[in-house]
């Protein structure tokens, strides 16, 4: 019997995955590439994401079902695939794998860069559709243009009079850099910018048309000479305008500022006018505070329930249907607004008057502070930070744990018996955190790790690296601290 004859005997249920010569070609939608044939198939895609893994890999667990999600959604527009380095080492070496899973994105066969867009299947989806095709579409009607506009994210056009033009060039080339985060699309007519006012050589910056509205333009001209560093500036500095909608894809971009978020019921693809009712609300209250380093944001607040609740105690059911706003400023420091969010936006004004005042106090995650701390481990809560950690007249040594940390569990002990060894020293605090139960400052990079707080030295914590034993502990203290540290009620020498 012949493979074509034999495959037909075969249910179509049992086709989800055929092997031959060892090469598996499909499972699902997520194609299946190994040593065999990772060059011949890889080489037939235009564009491809391969995930490179390890059957034993918590995290490759934890992306498996995003990943399969993603490959069905793109079908047919980008192809997904997957590498298991176990079984393919020589794919996975040639390729510099050396942690998991590692996505790489692939064009032609060729390695073409390392993917670094969100691990969800919608992130996956939005970012890999920005992948697909040409770095710049062209243009060749105002339909085409209209078109490529009229679109979630916002578009970068350019217009050039011809083929051979240098800054079409130019452009190409920024595109090629920057295909990963904007959408390019380019025309060498001219006439199709006239109803936009071009009238030279222009690059246009459009910006989502749901979030047009009268307090800032909606399409910006680029007037200087086109570089990849020139547009890449001009874009970074106005492609969101005066207040995004904050999304889980650019919240890395937009949180790197002082900024000021509306939380609501926003869903601009069901309800656009309801959307920017409050945005609206928001950015005329904002229009009178532009000048004064603050940035504003809308955002949808089921995308951040977890992070509202982890970071301002905001349960799923809390606010009604009034925006929840909150401030974060570079420094990590929170605050929110108590006032309900009136519909002529006055408590949003005077929220804002008191913000830059400096008469708000700040939001602060803490549990509440202990009536007894006579320990001989100190217990710290956000509350107490500044008061036990940050203290003057003290060296303090603090590790920040999490409860269900088998290696705090661990040093506990340890971490005792160090903390009695040295509690007649009247210079020295040994004092612990649960860093699940409260906000840490920053400088701390959390968790779990142990932190020492030198009394002359408090905004320079340094980060604990040396073994975890008690002999380990005091020898560190005895070299790091300000005061001669008194072990067991006697004063050793250094």
């Avoid at 298991?84 to 996975?92: M, V």
């Amino acid at each position: 019997i012949n493979m074509a004859s034999f495959l037909l005997l075969i249910p179509a249920f049992m086709l989800s995955v055929v092997i031959f010569s060892g090469a598996v070609v499909a499972r699902g939608d997520v194609l299946e590439l190994g040593d065999a044939d990772f060059d011949y198939l890889a080489a037939e895609h235009e564009t491809m994401l391969v995930k490179f893994y390890a059957p034993w890999c918590g995290h490759c667990k934890k992306l498996a079902p995003d990943f399969e999600t993603a490959a069905s959604r793109l079908k047919g527009t980008v192809p997904l695939a997957k590498v298991d380095c176990t079984a393919s080492p020589d794919t996975c070496g040639r390729f510099g794998v050396t942690g998991y899973p590692t996505l790489k994105i692939f064009r032609n066969g060729e390695d073409s860069s390392s993917y670094d867009g969100p691990r969800s299947a919608d992130g996956i989806v939005h970012y890999m559709k920005k992948q697909a095709g040409p770095n710049s579409v062209t243009m060749r009607s105002e339909a085409d243009v209209e078109a490529f506009v009229n679109h979630f994210d916002a578009s970068v056009v350019g217009f050039f009079s011809g083929p051979d033009s240098a800054q079409l060039a130019e452009f190409l080339k920024a595109a090629g850099v920057m295909r990963d985060h904007f959408r390019f699309a380019h025309t060498i007519n001219m006439t199709l910018g006239l109803k936009h006012g071009v009238d030279t050589e222009s690059v246009l910056l459009f910006r989502p048309p749901r979030l047009s509205g009268k307090f800032e333009e909606s399409v910006l001209r680029f007037t200087e000479t086109i570089t990849t560093h020139t547009l890449r500036r001009f874009i970074r500095d106005n492609i969101f305008g005066m207040c995004p909608h904050l999304t889980n894809e650019n919240r890395d971009k937009l949180k790197g500022q002082d900024l000021l978020t509306a939380y609501y019921d926003l869903d601009y693809l069901r309800n656009p006018k309801g959307s920017n009712y409050w945005r609206n609300r928001v950015m005329k209250v904002g229009y009178q505070f532009a000048s004064q380093g603050l940035s504003f944001a809308v955002a949808n607040r089921r995308d951040f329930v977890d992070e509202l609740e982890e970071e301002f105690g905001l349960g799923a059911s809390d606010g009604g249907d009034l925006p929840f706003v909150t401030i974060r400023t570079q420094q990590g420091f929170k605050y929110t607004m108590r006032e309900e969010f009136t519909r002529d936006g006055k408590s949003l004004e005077r929220f804002l008057e008191d913000y830059f005042a400096g008469r708000l106090k700040r939001y602060i995650k803490s549990e509440p502070i202990p009536e007894k701390n006579k320990g001989p481990v100190k217990v710290v809560v956000a509350e107490s930070f500044e008061e036990i950690v940050n203290d003057p007249e003290k060296d303090v040594l603090i590790e920040f744990y999490a409860p269900w940390c088998g290696h705090c569990k661990s040093l506990e002990p340890k971490y005792k018996e160090l903390a009695e060894q040295l509690y007649s020293d009247p210079n020295i605090v040994i004092a612990k955190m649960d860093a699940t139960a409260n906000d840490v400052p920053q400088g701390f990079d959390v968790f779990p790790t142990i932190y020492f707080a030198r009394a002359d030295k408090k905004d320079q914590p340094k980060r604990y690296e040396g073994a975890r034993e008690v002999k380990d502990f005091i020898k560190y203290l005895k070299s790091e601290a300000s005061h001669i540290p008194v072990v067991s009620g006697v004063r050793e020498d250094l």
